[in-house]
């Protein structure tokens, strides 16, 4: 499918996608993931990983937000991230979608160096409809999504897809946030 943007995303129960398919009707629950990179061709990366969660058994892409470049956090002497959040319907348990998550970064030739360190492709589960977990391989949602702006501000785009999700003020959060970091919508032109 085509990636959809805010301007296209429902805004409230009244719009028909949202009324019409309530996600319980497709035994499918939404998720949002948040994809980065910032090794080797950037967009092409995280244009794949939008194409490999399409294609995924018993799923649909969503949505998707525009790209943003964003500033490395956490290790700093490293190069400027583009990052991206998508919005899917999913038949596959948590589980079973973060090892297609890790078999789509490997297919982008991702290894594992630093932590939070450079890589080709990061694709992070930030919000499982109906799920709270916390274990040594998944947390849900995500533990470290509300403290960066380079998450909220592309999902706040993305947001008006929520069904099932908490009652989160994500563009309010990604706003506060993105005063202390810097992140801006991506034009393809290098900074
Ligand atoms: P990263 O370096 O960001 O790719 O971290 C990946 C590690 O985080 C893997 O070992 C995952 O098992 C773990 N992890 C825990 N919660 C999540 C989540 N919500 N999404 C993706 N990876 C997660």
Redesign the pocket.
């Known amino acids: 499918m085509t990636p959809a943007r805010t301007d296209d995303a429902p805004s409230g129960a009244e719009d028909g996608r949202v009324t019409e398919r309530p996600c319980i009707a497709t035994g499918r629950r939404r998720v949002f993931l948040s994809l980065g990179s910032n090794l080797g061709d950037r967009v092409a990366h995280l244009a794949r990983a939008r194409d490999a969660l399409a294609a995924l058994p018993n799923t649909e892409l969503l949505a998707a937000s525009r790209v943003y470049e964003t500033a490395p956090q956490d290790v700093t002497d490293q190069p400027a991230f583009l990052n991206q959040a998508v919005c899917i319907e999913t038949g596959l348990a948590p589980r079973d979608l ?1 090892h297609a ?1 890790q078999e789509v ?1 490997r297919a982008s030739h991702r290894t594992r160096g630093r ?1 939070f360190g450079p890589r080709t492709l ?1 694709v ?3 919000v499982f409809q109906g799920v709270e977990m916390d274990d040594p ?4 949602p ?2 470290r999504m509300l403290r960066r702006a380079f998450v909220l501000a592309p999902l706040a785009e993305v947001w008006g897809w929520a069904c099932g999700m908490p009652e989160l003020d994500v563009a309010g959060l990604a706003a506060a946030l993105a005063r202390d970091q810097a992140v801006r919508p991506y034009d393809g032109v290098e900074a």
């Not at 391989?137 to 849900?140: A, D, G, I, Q």
């Open positions: 973060l998550c970064e932590r990061d992070d589960i930030l391989e998944l947390t849900l995500h533990p």
